[in-house]
């Protein structure tokens, strides 16, 4: 039995015209298949006004949640009186947007009274913009014509208590799939599931982090053992390199998961990043299409290239970095460094995103977001209070608007010389290289340069080293 899982973002269904584009995708691909299961997101817009008004709410206001209740009220009945003509289906949608933004209002008011709002009740609070969205589309596509429901996915995805940024128990939403999703899929209805939320053991909703629709999808396609998993969105499919950088870049039609893995780390903004792990799990091809040029074939993301493969197909940066270098003559050969350096900077919850250290041992380099950077320096020179006083470390240094510049192509492996074009396209345009990794998996190469050459390194390596095979 073929099954489909699709995926429609918050641009796709943030209008009542998307919406329409929408419905006429799903309709036109359910014929070719047996199942079909369709993830939404919020429309686009509405989770950022949940979160403001529960933020705010929690500040002693308790005006703006209320006006926010009355424009995301004002949206969606506009969005329902373009789409829908029966006025039976026009009235329980409206019954159901009003019972849902009373929800988000009631909420909002006991977190002002609290003066707080935490983890758990910021993920009730925005997950309701899906709730009305799912029962939208759905009853869309029955106006067209075919058979289908909304379906919470709170029913279905079943999560750890992490609020906010919950992960999936796979065993156990598994088990929830197959009784509350596959009889109707079935029974040849279109289920449109509520992305961005899930639901503990006990039924307490969680959320998996902000763009999580595309984890509920590939989730989902993992539970259903799905074909594929198709994530309809507002870009062509994943780019060569960012547009604003490089004017002419251009879609990728084929990455294996292991490049996606490493765009997705290196600040690609297609993908939810944790998306890609239950597909490569369930090895499904996951294709990234544009809902609003639906004849691009988009990029299919496959387990193995289908042919060969040219060997750096993107390249990204990661601005607002600092980097920390500790260094000392007396560290060489001491044991147990690089672990109290980095137990320190997760002291400070800083995310380390690269590191380089050379094999003279006398210093180490990591790049953290900016915004840490004070905080990191602090923890580290309290760490090394001792080491430092014996001149075993010379100095804790910061150098701040540094970028990663990240060429990536699994196509690299094995194939030499690509570091060095990347490296000549540099030189040649007096690029200062500041630091260097390569992953063992040899999928991605990343250096480090200023802030104000970033761009313009981006540019050279795509023009030199992506765009002339
Ligand atoms: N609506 C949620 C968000 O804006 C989830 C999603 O769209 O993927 O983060
Ligand atoms: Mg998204």
New binding site residues.
């Given amino acids: 039995m073929s099954t489909l899982v699709m995926k429609f973002?918050?641009t796709s269904v943030g209008s009542a015209d998307a919406i329409n584009k929408t419905a006429a995708i799903v309709l036109e691909h359910a014929p070719k298949w047996d199942r079909i299961a369709v993830v939404v997101?919020?429309m686009?817009g509405?989770?950022?006004a949940l979160v403001k008004g529960a933020e705010t709410a929690a500040c002693g206001d308790d005006k703006t949640y209320l006006d926010l209740h009355h424009d995301l009220k004002q949206k969606h009945i506009q969005a329902i009186d373009s789409l829908i003509s029966s006025d039976s289906e026009k009235e329980a949608l409206g019954k159901a947007i009003n019972e849902i933004l009373d929800e988000f209002s009631i909420l909002c008011h006991s977190v002002f009274i609290l003066g707080e709002v935490t983890n758990r009740a910021l993920d009730t609070i925005?997950s309701l913009?899906?709730r009305i969205s799912a029962q939208i589309v759905a009853a869309v596509l029955r106006q067209k014509g075919a058979k289908s429901e909304a379906v919470k996915s709170t029913e279905l995805v079943v999560t750890d208590d992490n609020f906010q940024n919950a992960m999936p128990i796979m065993d156990a939403t598994n088990h929830k799939v197959n009784v509350n999703l596959v009889p109707l899929l079935n029974d040849g209805v279109i289920a449109v599931v509520t992305?961005?939320m899930g639901a503990t053991r006990n039924g307490i909703t969680t959320?998996l982090?902000?763009?999580?629709?595309?984890?509920?999808a590939s989730i989902l396609g993992l539970a259903l053992k799905a074909d594929e998993v198709w994530i309809w969105t507002d870009v062509d499919g994943v780019m060569t390199a960012a547009p604003n950088i490089v004017p002419d870049a251009k879609i990728i039609h084929e990455l294996t998961y292991s490049e996606v893995g490493e765009l997705a780390y290196f600040g690609a903004k297609v993908l939810?990043p944790q998306t890609i792990r239950p597909v490569v799990e369930g090895g499904i091809p996951l294709c990234v299409k544009n809902t609003f040029n639906p004849t691009c074939p988009g990029t299919k993301i496959v387990a193995e290239p289908s042919g060969k493969n040219g060997a750096v197909k993107a390249v990204t940066s990661i601005k607002n970095l600092s980097m920390i270098t500790v260094e000392g003559r007396g560290m060489m050969g001491v044991p147990g460094i690089a672990a109290r350096t980095f137990a320190a900077v997760s002291r400070q919850n800083a995310n380390v995103l690269m590191i380089s250290q050379a094999s003279s041992e006398q210093s180490i380099s990591f790049f953290i977001p900016s915004n840490k950077v004070n905080s990191v320096v602090k923890s580290l020179q309290d760490e090394f209070s001792v080491e430092i006083q014996r001149r075993d470390i010379d100095r804790i240094v910061s150098l701040d608007n540094v970028v990663i510049v990240s060429a990536v192509g699994a196509g690299m492996r094995g194939t030499p010389g690509v570091a060095a074009r990347i490296f000549q396209a540099l030189g040649e345009s007096n690029i200062n290289v500041v630091a260097i990794a390569q992953g063992s998996s040899e999928c991605s190469i990343s250096l480090v340069v200023m802030d104000e050459q970033s761009d313009d390194a981006v540019r050279q390596i795509h023009q030199k080293v992506i765009m002339k095979k």
């Fill in positions: 973002g918050g997101s919020a686009s509405v989770t950022n925005t913009g899906e992305g961005f959320t982090g902000r763009g999580a629709s595309d984890y509920i939810h």
